[in-house]
């Protein structure tokens, strides 16, 4: 199965269960759908995030899947242009995206795996680079 078959069977997944898939390897995940602007190309770009909360902020990792050495992509879309639209079951959300910096990312970071415990691993995985933490601020929702 091709990666954007599997995307879009996951997203169909996704929407017809809450934000939580009910198979695969992501079962039982919170997931949202985040919509950016490319930092090169301007055109709309969708990511789908796991993610932890903070009160009424969505808290993202940029962990690149847990395996690489390198920033996903959408960090730097949300670095350059931090409006993002989420779907995150079956609600739409305008919101701003903004990497936090020390003491708060590790507070967060902390937040995250305890919420999410099978990241705690990845900073062993990921080498040369610490994994970038954001705050998602939403603006306003709409059904």
Known sequence: MADSEWEDQLITDIRAHGGRPSAGPLAGHPLMLMYSTGAKSGERRRSILTYSR???DFIVAGTNGGNADRHPAWLTNVEAQPNVTLEIGDQTVEATAQPVDEPERTRL???????LPW???????ITGRTIPV?????KAASA
């Not at 990241?119 to 995985?125: H, I, L, T």
């Not at 954001?134 to 939403?138: D, L, V």
């Open 54 to 56: 903070d009160g009424d």
């Open 134 to 138: 954001i705050r998602i601020h939403p």
């Open 119 to 125: 990241f705690g691993a990845y900073p062993e995985k």
């Open 109 to 115: 970071w902390d937040n995250h795996v305890a919420q």
